[in-house]
């Protein structure tokens, strides 16, 4: 890496403590596609099933596709930004973002929670940063690297002089797809749970990368 330019963050699990009832929107996103005859493979990511149902709908002819993916959509923004309610930053976030943007380094947000979500408790923490893209501002989401090229592209950087930070397997698989250097917190998954995906490094806690930059 000639000169870290940019870091990206995944944001719940990362920088926001925040309890989304994961278990409840997959229940209720799956009896929905009960409903519309078609049964969402519970083994996909939320979003992913979601998806699926809306793209077996379509293939069937059916003209409730749409009607599905907006009552599905509404279910898991419901749940997201109720959540919001008891969220809170972890330990040091707020200032790990201060500084690494006083030190010149781009800071962007990268997550698949909705905008409304991560602006309400971004602003609760007092966060900054110079680019948030939420699954509204993107086509394609994490792991799918594009989520993280379309980040960089907008700040400016070269993914080889970037880093890729994030609580969760799919934050790493995005990174090394990008073609970045990836790093995970131990906030809410176990160091065991990255072998497979092999981070360049492994830290304990987000505020934990202004002691190696």
Known sequence: MDKLETILFDFDGTLIDIKID????????LSLGKQYGIMPNPDLYILESIDHVYNELLQKGDTLADTFKQQAMDIIIDIEVSATTNAKAFLGADEALRQLRSKGIKVGIVTRNCRPA??????MAGFEYDLLLTRDDVKKVKPDPQHLLDALNILGSQASNSIMVG????????????????????????????????????LNNVSDILEIL
């Open 22 to 29: 994961f278990a409840k929107m997959k229940k209720e996103v």
């Open 118 to 123: 991560v602006l309400k408790s971004s602003e």
């Open 167 to 202: 609580d969760h397997p799919m934050d790493i698989i995005a990174g090394k797809k990008a073609g970045m250097k990836t790093i995970a917190v131990l906030t809410m998954k176990n160091r065991e749970d990255f072998d497979e995906v092999l981070p360049d490094l492994i």
